[in-house]
């Protein structure tokens, strides 16, 4: 009988990625930005986790620090099995086909001065020995895949709009035919009429090609839309992890509550119950976190034992998992922390 239990491809294990400050005339290093704080989930083959959160949470940073486009503070990160936290740049080479990353400003991502072609076939020219006319009919496979016309390969970006520019981005994205892709925001910066039709690429894509996506935004709606689970941000840390569906129906850190709040709700008979909750004072900086919750000095439903200690990040309902304190008596085991398969 063939397993079509979903596998994790790619697993994140108390991700930190710490920026230093430094001040004074000799530049001494005083403290340090948490950007990222020790996160744990799993991709699951062939799903799309959502990563979402306010701008500044850290998520961002946590998925570029995933592709390894830094050196990490600590933590550990395997894609497709292979352990490539703590690997060298050099011998990371090799593994880069297999993971990509869609930027969120297609204008800032490609360079203005080369032309179409060029930028899609540049993944190429690095990482494979193809022949030059090899090249050119993969680069034309690759436009008509994201919907670019291919009599348009020798234009320069800026004669394209800004959701052609993102398929651009797109195209050369999957040049190597990678497994997992970042997509960073891919539609913060275009046009809501547009966004739509990005999103709707990226599906078709995920379908054609069998990718696992990674997909951050701050956009909950366009989230709900596209994401199999939920992963909510907040300083740094992954504060609630579920199936989509459990998630909007039903969040369980007041953080997750106070976002979901906010967006519409399309059905009305559940928008008339649901009350919007403004969250009072400022996200602290992640350069000094408060101590014990994180999001304690925010916090609707905050105790004393929020401000004295850390809540852990467990698994409370079989594939949903929540860092607090509200939830210690519901707990299951304490080492199903990663956020594994709902
Ligand atoms: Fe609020 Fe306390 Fe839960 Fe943190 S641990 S989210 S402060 S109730």
Excluded: W
Excluded at 64 to 72: G, K, M, S
Excluded at 129 to 157: C, H, I, Q
Excluded at 314 to 331: M, S, W
Aim: proline content about 7%; hydrophobic content about 40%; aromatic content about 6%.
């Amino acid at each position: 009988m063939l397993d079509d239990t979903p596998k994790p491809l790619v697993r994140v294990r108390d991700l930190k990625m710490h920026f230093p400050i430094h001040a004074g005339l000799l530049r001494r290093r005083v403290g340090e930005v948490k950007a990222v704080d020790g996160v744990s989930f799993d991709v699951m083959e062939g799903e799309t986790l959502g990563l979402v959160g306010e701008s500044g949470c850290g998520k961002s940073t946590c998925g570029r620090a995933v592709l390894r486009l830094y050196d990490i503070t600590a933590g550990e990160i395997s894609i497709d099995g292979r352990e490539i936290g703590t690997m060298s740049q050099t011998k990371l080479r090799p593994i880069r086909p297999t993971m990509q990353m869609v930027f969120q400003d297609p204008q800032a991502s490609l360079n203005p001065r080369m032309t179409v072609e060029a930028i899609i076939r540049e993944p190429l020219d690095e990482h494979t020995s193809l022949s030059m006319a090899e090249k050119t009919a993969k680069v034309a496979e690759l436009m008509d895949a994201v919907g670019l016309n291919r009599k348009f390969a020798k234009r320069y970006p800026h004669a394209f709009s800004g959701g052609q520019r993102q398929r651009i981005g797109i195209a050369r994205a999957l040049a190597l035919n990678p497994k997992f892709i970042v997509c960073d925001e891919p539609i913060a910066a275009l046009d809501v009429s547009i966004q739509a039709q990005v999103v709707n690429l990226l599906e078709d894509l995920q379908e054609q090609f069998g990718l696992t996506y990674l997909f951050i935004s701050h956009d909950l709606s366009m989230v709900r839309h596209i994401a199999t689970r939920v992963a909510v941000m907040y300083l740094g840390k992954i504060v609630e992890l579920a199936p989509r569906e459990a998630l909007y129906r039903d969040p369980l850190h007041p953080y997750t509550k106070a976002l979901l709040s906010a967006v519409p709700e399309p059905d009305p008979a559940l928008a008339r119950t649901s009350g919007r909750i403004i969250l009072q004072g400022d996200v602290p900086s992640p350069s000094n976190p408060p101590k014990g919750c994180n999001f304690c000095t925010r916090c609707p439903a905050v105790m004393d034992l929020c401000k004295e200690i850390e809540p852990d990040y467990r698994q409370v309902q079989p594939g949903r998992f929540v860092a607090c304190h509200l939830y210690n008596e519901t707990t299951t085991t304490a080492d199903q922390t990663a956020g594994t398969g709902a």
